[in-house]
């Protein structure tokens, strides 16, 4: 019998789903290219009958969910990383940002109370009656099983990835039929300097490692400079575009993992049409729960596991800013922690924070002698390892203090090396010649 038959009681408009949401509801809301934007938007027209609300979500491609001025009165945004489009929600008070390490992400919404109302997207069913809920998957394989109501926009577009990425059309409650295109993000064009850092970090993955590579220019430059190595395994947070190339060529090839041997593991994929046309219906690439895929200890069941992630700046005894500029939140923890403390715990592991050497076009260093008045510590000195700038790369693990603040002078921008070298010899009572 056809889906629309079994199910036709539950299939009702965008407006008439979100309805269901009532005051003091705590909703959770699917990210990246799986945000339902069809409910998202309808709950834009349909918030201001709503008291206390908490809306939890994390990346949004496109329009953000409760982002519109005056909705936070009724239905507020709750959230562990900030993007350019809820930056604004937590700097003008429209929001609330709570840290947390991605893994226990799911743990956290669900010790402030449940989910009352999920909403996610799904693909159309297949002949068992299961559909995919798309590339955002992290918190959604955990939080559904606790949540009250489950509104799915059904988006014949979304990915069909594989993993533990589906539902069963009779767990969902509410299914709204809308197709719509994914969002994709947009690729950065690779800078000389982000090429530099993408080489020597590539000089420390070895032949047969597992990977784990963060967004932005710098693992996309580490991408190019990997494509002589053989046998690389990935085990990563996010799934990105520059990792298709790799695959395709057999450079990821999973063959050496000791976890999933033979498939790459993500928990959320963002990028290009053409990255999500490689993840539909994929057996090679499973998206998992990032409960599960940022988990220390899962992450260190992969041996020789490498980490690559950035930050906004470095002290000179290897505290890590990830989070905080000019004394605002600017992004949060996410998976770095979870991934360095993984990375650690691995066998032959190894992690790498990759910084360019400047900021504010070069007038600013990223290395510093203390953190900014205001920044938080994302990655403590205990957790750290390798630093990487575009002037080489300090290993800092297993260093004395005075040992760290050389080496990361060693890699600071020329410019700023003398100030470095008078605040050493400050600490450390002396000279450094530089
Ligand atoms: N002082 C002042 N401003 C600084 C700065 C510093 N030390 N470092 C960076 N900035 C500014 C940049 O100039 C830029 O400003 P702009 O947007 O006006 O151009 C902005 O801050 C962002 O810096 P950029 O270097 O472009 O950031 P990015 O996109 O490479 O991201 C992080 C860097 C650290 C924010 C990002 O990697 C992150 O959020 N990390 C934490 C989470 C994580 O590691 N997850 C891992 C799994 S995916």
Redo the contacts with the bound molecule.
Sequence with gaps: MDWRTIYKDKIMTADEAVRHIKSGDHVTVAEVGSQPYALTEALERNYEHLENVELHYLLSLGNPPAAKPGMEKHVRFHGM?LSGSTRPLIKENRGEFMPCF?HQYPKMVLSRGGVDVMMISISEPDKHGFCSIGPGVDHIPTMKNHAKLIIAQMNKNLPRVMGNSFVHLRDVDIIVEEDRPIPTLPGAEITDVERKIGEYCASLVNDGDTL?L?????PDAVVTFLKDKKDLGLHT??AADGIVDLIKAGIINNKKKTLHPGKCIATFAAGSQNLYDFLDDNPNFELHGVDYVNDPNVIAMNDNMVSI?????VDLVGQIN??V??GMQ???????VD?IRGARMSKGGRSIIA??ST??KGT???I?PFL?HGAYV?TSRMDVDYIVTEYGIAHLWGKTLRERAKALIAIAHPNFRADLAEEYAKRFGETLEI
């Design positions: 990383f991605f784990q963060g967004i932005g220019g710098i947070e996010m992630n950035s930050c906004i700046q990830a989070e500029v000019k600017f992004s949060g923890v996410g998976g770095q991934f910084l360019p900021a504010a600013i260093s990223k510093v900014d994302t």
